[in-house]
């Protein structure tokens, strides 16, 4: 499938607010919170509502939502709701189709601080690493409940990517575990040049 010209840079975010208008009409708040409700939130970062208000705009300019009404109620704010177009409806299949199918360095945090980090003495790094596996510990629980609550009531393919989540989280863990534990026996060394570096990051 080809994608459209309507120069909005795909997105994760962009990608959710089409597919929530696929299921019908919706205002910001309701996409925001239909998106916590489906558990979406733990994959696409919907907490910044000043993001959301950005990425509506620029796909309400691209031509691929559009205004459905505006909503009065003496109780809220006024409220805007929008509707999927079918050019929208057409860019959320190639965008998902594409975000699938093809790998991407998406410049993870994680990789990016293990790779300075010899900035730190090896006791800083393990006592780093031990509280990140302590909080992975919390997070895998998480999901596997949430795994467990809806697997009955759910079909299988709305429960992919708590399953994907929990497959990564818990070969996280493992590396981590396993990398503690070679600092713990002294087999992950730093070397002179190195431990002289992290000596010169290290505060009183």
């Known amino acids: 499938m080809d994608a459209t010209n309507s ?3 795909p997105s994760t975010l962009a990608l959710a607010v089409l597919s929530l208008l696929g299921v019908g009409p919706l205002h ?6 239909l998106m916590k ?25 691209a031509g691929l939502i559009a205004v ?37 360095n998406e410049f993870p945090v994680f990789p990016a601080a293990l790779s300075f980090a010899m900035l730190l003495s090896p006791d800083e790094l393990r006592s780093a690493l031990e509280r990140r596996a302590a909080d992975m510990r919390e997070r895998l629980t998480e999901i596997e409940q949430t795994i467990e609550t809806y697997s009955a009531s759910l079909p299988k393919i709305s429960l992919l990517d708590d399953k994907y989540q929990r497959t990564m989280v818990a070969a996280e863990l493992a590396w981590i575990d396993g990398v503690v534990a070679d600092l713990r026996a002294g087999d992950l ?12 990051y290290m505060t009183e």
Not at 37 to 57: F, S
């Open 68 to 104: 459905r009404q505006t909503e009065r109620d003496q109780l809220y704010p006024e409220r805007t709701v929008y509707e999927l177009t079918d050019a929208g409806r057409h860019e959320a299949v190639v965008w998902v189709t594409d975000m699938l199918g093809t790998p991407r």
């Open 189 to 200: 060394t730093w070397g002179d040049d190195l431990a002289q570096i992290a000596s010169s």
């Open 7 to 9: 120069n909005v840079r």
């Open 28 to 33: 910001p708040y309701g996409m925001q919170r």
């Open 37 to 61: 409700q489906w558990g979406k939130d733990d994959v696409v970062n919907v907490g910044q509502r000043a993001n959301l208000y950005k990425t509506i705009k620029r796909l309400l300019d």
